[in-house]
């Protein structure tokens, strides 16, 4: 059955350093791949969307890498600030299937 | 804008009632669509609809009614809760099918005694 995860555990790191979540999936074949952040008692926040064949995707501090053949998606946050902390989901829609979430990756960011 | 609007955000329900979650969106967004989500689970696909009229089920449909009258509105019905339907309620919209980059609602958060 097709499957996404995310580390379950929390990610703590220090202010200033970069932040580094997992996204891994099975059985699919993935026509795009989007992170949400989700903030305690709100709702997902859009931040990036990459396609299959892409590689690489870039927003400010932000860097999203998809690899297709490792079944895998990075999700980079650089000089890490406070206010990054969150919860943050991947999300996967594969051809005609309805895009599918991630369990999420709590982060935070120690100042 | 406005964005994605939900009421209520907090409701309590006995075993059995029925009610109406309501969103809104003011964004002339075509695909509307609810999700619940559950602690240590992703967000689940409840029902979605791709425009005035249409609508279709998502990955847990029962015991849960749609209907899509206009663009803007997308009420979700619980028919009979039940305690397995206690969850954060999600609406969210977007431009283009396919959940292409989704905007949420602030949520509803459901409880069933």
């Known amino acids: 059955s097709q499957k996404i995860e995310q580390n379950s555990e929390a990610l703590n790191i220090q202010e200033g350093k970069t932040a580094t979540l997992t996204c891994n999936y099975t059985?699919?074949?993935?026509?795009?791949l989007q992170w949400y952040r989700q903030d305690p008692g709100r709702g997902p926040v859009f931040l990036l969307l990459?396609?299959?064949?892409?590689k690489e995707k870039r927003k400010e501090r932000l860097k999203v890498t998809f690899d297709t053949t490792l079944k895998q998606s990075l999700f980079h946050i650089t000089a890490s600030q406070p206010a990054d902390s969150a919860t943050y989901l991947c999300?996967?829609?594969?051809?005609?299937?309805?895009?599918?979430f991630g369990t999420g990756t709590k982060l935070q960011v120690i100042p | 804008n406005a964005g994605v609007t939900q009421t209520p955000k907090f409701q309590v329900l006995k075993t059995g009632q029925s009610m109406t979650l309501q969103c809104a969106q003011d964004?002339?967004?075509?695909?509307m669509s609810w999700y619940r989500q559950d602690p240590g689970m992703g967000l689940r696909l409840i029902h979605y609809?791709?425009?005035?009229?249409?609508?279709d089920q998502g990955e847990v449909p029962n015991g849960y009614n749609v209907s899509r009258s206009t663009t803007e509105d997308f009420p979700l019905r619980l028919l009979s809760a039940a305690p397995s339907q206690t969850s954060v309620y999600f609406c969210?919209?977007?431009?283009?099918?396919?959940?292409?980059?989704?905007?949420f609602g602030p949520g509803t958060r459901l409880t069933v005694t």
């Open positions: 969210a919209s977007s431009t283009l099918p396919d959940s292409y980059e989704q905007y």
């Open positions: 999300a996967l829609k594969g051809g005609y299937q309805k895009v599918t």
């Open positions: 059985n699919y074949s993935p026509a795009y």
């Open positions: 609809s791709v425009g005035a009229g249409i609508t």
């Open positions: 990459i396609r299959e064949n892409e």
């Open positions: 964004m002339n967004h075509e695909y």
